[in-house]
């Protein structure tokens, strides 16, 4: 009878993981080819308004008048700030509480404004947020009362979200896992992978069954140059060590302008303006310029360029607090310093032109993977978008160096320390102090709890074991009850205090924090 309650309960959430992902991928998918539409439309504009005073007067009052009202946006909903990913995170922390309707329309909205006009922003942060808020507002509606449940559903919701916007359905799911939710429970994954499928296959009716990055490769990377992986992934690891410490300090430097923060984003849309009538084929968030980097045909030096304007001009957009993300940007950073080090490796003869195609995609998931410090969402995400399997080897080597490099460096996961920055509302806490909440945390290979009895632990006392997952399989603990390494234990804690006992049962548990 017991078990039978266990599938019934698996059986409602990955209903539950379907339904959220469908509307999730309704919602990114308006929400992508709004995206891509105006950007389409803003090129056109910005290569007339060269010739036409009227156009470029029409269109600098325009980018200033959508500063203004995403700023009314961010004064009214903060939360909508950024990517959302470090927002969803505090979310399922147990650290902050939104309002999921105004979160939806509000980021909607603001991401078309401030992504539409071609800044360097990403899609996919926001379209996570959109996913989640969905998967939250499905929670309420549905009058889902268990706190592990509703964290579940926007943990599905935020897979959904990111798959619509990359056609990528495991590395939503993975991403959730790895970087957002840091649980590979079944009940998590499974219900993430489903809203995923789901809705993956709107954004396939959509938009097609084209890869999002359907970069042509002539032949594999042969063993005999692997030692170019190593290289470039120590480039890759010292310039994303150099992109989170900038993008750290954005903040900082535009709270010098003394321009209230919601209204910072009025710069770089500003700034927009000559950057796309000069380049208008490199504005945006960088897709577009990653399938055709392989076939611009130019020099060392002008690639360099380009990546110095991403670079820099990314910082400025991101950094004014806007609704957008840093997901697509990253990768295309990463795909242009592949696409620099091939160049450069081909004029001192080392390295044949014809697998600057490989390094391109190659540096993408190295980039994003010592950013994030996400190497198997790095590598998952650029096989799906990338539409082949035949770069795991070598995607697996620069992700693993790019990764150490940063590891080395002190670099944190970035949208990790993004939330340490969060405002976070002190009076919901005090409001849910009185509830308790589960915590589940796997106990990994060398924890220096495997082999104690629980009677042996430290257990802070505010806290109450109730279950050992060892496998499939659910144990009852009692004090005499051993724990074995892949176990996972079941916590119950206050509400208000989630993310506290979280963090100290972490490194209680396996020794990290």
Same mark, same amino acid.
């Given at each position: 009878?017991?078990?039978?309650?266990?599938?019934?309960?698996?059986?409602?959430?990955?209903?539950?993981?379907?339904?959220?992902?469908?509307?999730?991928?309704?919602?990114?998918?308006?929400?992508?080819?709004?995206?891509?539409?105006?950007?389409?439309?803003?090129?056109?504009?910005?290569?007339?308004?060269?010739?036409?005073?009227?156009?470029?007067?029409?269109?600098?009052?325009?980018?200033?008048?959508?500063?203004?009202?995403?700023?009314? #946006?961010?004064?009214?909903?903060?939360?909508?700030?950024?990517?959302?990913?470090?927002?969803?995170?505090?979310?399922?922390?147990?650290?902050?509480?939104?309002?999921?309707?105004?979160?939806?329309?509000?980021?909607?909205?603001?991401?078309?404004?401030?992504?539409?006009?071609?800044?360097?922003?990403? *899609?996919?942060?926001?379209?996570?947020?959109?996913?989640?808020?969905?998967?939250?507002?499905?929670?309420?509606?549905?009058?889902?009362?268990?706190?592990?449940?509703?964290?579940?559903?926007?943990?599905?919701?935020?897979?959904?979200?990111?798959?619509?916007?990359?056609?990528?359905?495991?590395?939503?799911?993975?991403?959730?896992?790895?970087?957002?939710?840091?649980?590979?429970?079944?009940?998590?994954?499974?219900?993430?992978?489903?809203?995923?499928?789901?809705?993956?296959?709107?954004?396939?009716?959509?938009?097609?069954?084209?890869?999002?990055?359907?970069?042509?490769?002539?032949?594999?990377?042969?063993?005999? +140059? +692997?030692?170019?992986?190593?290289?470039?992934?120590?480039?890759?690891?010292?310039?994303? *060590?150099?992109?989170?410490?900038?993008?750290?300090?954005?903040?900082?430097?535009?709270?010098?302008?003394?321009?209230? *923060?919601?209204?910072?984003?009025?710069?770089?849309?500003?700034?927009?303006?000559?950057?796309?009538?000069?380049?208008?084929?490199?504005?945006?968030?960088?897709?577009?310029?990653?399938?055709?980097?392989?076939?611009?045909?130019?020099?060392?030096?002008?690639?360099?360029?380009?990546?110095?304007?991403?670079?820099?001009?990314?910082?400025?957009?991101?950094?004014?607090?806007?609704?957008?993300?840093?997901?697509?940007?990253?990768?295309?950073?990463?795909?242009?310093?592949?696409?620099? +080090?091939?160049?450069?490796?081909?004029?001192?003869?080392?390295?044949?032109?014809?697998?600057?195609?490989?390094?391109?995609?190659?540096? #993408?998931?190295?980039?994003?993977?010592?950013?994030?410090?996400?190497?198997?969402?790095?590598?998952?995400?650029?096989?799906?978008?990338?539409?082949?399997?035949?770069?795991? #080897?070598?995607?697996?080597?620069?992700?693993?160096?790019?990764?150490?490099?940063?590891?080395?460096?002190?670099?944190?996961?970035?949208?990790?320390?993004?939330?340490?920055?969060?405002?976070?509302?002190?009076?919901?806490?005090?409001?849910?102090?009185?509830?308790?909440?589960?915590?589940?945390?796997?106990?990994?290979?060398?924890?220096?709890?495997?082999?104690?009895?629980? *009677?042996?632990?430290?257990?802070?006392?505010?806290?109450?074991?109730?279950?050992?997952?060892?496998?499939?399989?659910?144990?009852?603990?009692?004090?005499?009850?051993?724990?074995?390494?892949?176990?996972?234990?079941?916590?119950?804690?206050?509400?208000?205090?989630?993310?506290?006992?979280?963090?100290?049962?972490?490194?209680?548990?396996?020794?990290?924090?």
């Amino acid at each position: 009878m017991k078990s039978e309650k266990i599938d019934v309960y698996k059986l409602k959430l990955l209903l539950g993981g379907i339904i959220v992902g469908m509307l999730s991928g309704i919602i990114v998918s308006m929400f992508r080819w709004s995206i891509g539409t105006s950007l389409k439309w803003f090129q056109g504009w910005y290569v007339q308004a060269r010739s036409n005073i009227v156009i470029l007067l029409i269109l600098l009052v325009f980018l200033i008048i959508a500063g203004i009202i995403v700023g009314l #946006m961010l004064k009214k909903e903060p939360d909508i700030s950024g990517s959302g990913i470090p927002q969803v995170e505090a979310q399922l922390d147990g650290d902050l509480k939104v309002k999921w309707w105004s979160i939806l329309w509000r980021k909607f909205v603001g991401g078309i404004i401030s992504i539409g006009p071609g800044l360097f922003l990403g *899609r996919e942060g926001p379209a996570i947020q959109l996913g989640a808020s969905v998967g939250q507002g499905f929670g309420e509606l549905a009058n889902v009362t268990t706190p592990s449940t509703k964290r579940i559903l926007i943990a599905s919701g935020a897979a959904g979200g990111l798959a619509a916007a990359f056609n990528a359905p495991l590395a939503g799911c993975m991403f959730v896992m790895e970087e957002i939710y840091h649980n590979f429970s079944p009940m998590v994954w499974i219900t993430a992978l489903a809203s995923a499928v789901s809705s993956n296959l709107i954004a396939l009716y959509v938009f097609g069954l084209t890869p999002v990055l359907s970069i042509p490769y002539k032949f594999s990377l042969p063993i005999k +140059y +692997y030692w170019h992986l190593i290289i470039l992934g120590i480039i890759l690891g010292l310039l994303g *060590r150099l992109y989170q410490k900038v993008l750290l300090i954005m903040p900082t430097v535009y709270a010098k302008t003394h321009i209230p *923060r919601a209204y910072q984003g009025i710069i770089p849309l500003i700034l927009l303006l000559p950057v796309g009538m000069m380049y208008p084929s490199y504005i945006g968030g960088g897709n577009g310029l990653i399938v055709d980097l392989n076939n611009l045909k130019v020099g060392f030096w002008v690639l360099v360029g380009i990546f110095a304007l991403r670079f820099i001009f990314s910082m400025i957009s991101y950094g004014s607090g806007l609704p957008g993300g840093i997901f697509l940007p990253i990768l295309n950073l990463g795909a242009i310093i592949g696409a620099i +080090y091939a160049v450069f490796m081909h004029q001192t003869g080392m390295l044949p032109l014809s697998y600057e195609s490989n390094l391109i995609i190659f540096s #993408m998931a190295g980039y994003f993977a010592c950013i994030s410090k996400a190497p198997f969402t790095a590598i998952i995400l650029v096989t799906e978008m990338v539409g082949s399997l035949g770069h795991l #080897m070598p995607l697996v080597v620069i992700s693993l160096v790019a990764y150490i490099v940063v590891d080395i460096l002190n670099g944190s996961p970035i949208y990790e320390a993004l939330k340490e920055r969060l405002t976070l509302n002190s009076e919901y806490l005090n409001r849910v102090s009185k509830y308790s909440d589960r915590i589940e945390i796997p106990v990994y290979e060398g924890s220096p709890i495997d082999g104690m009895i629980i *009677r042996e632990i430290s257990f802070p006392k505010e806290v109450l074991v109730i279950g050992i997952y060892r496998g499939e399989r659910q144990i009852i603990p009692r004090g005499d009850t051993m724990i074995k390494s892949g176990d996972r234990i079941v916590m119950m804690v206050n509400a208000a205090q989630r993310a506290k006992y979280k963090r100290r049962l972490t490194e209680l548990i396996n020794g990290l924090d």
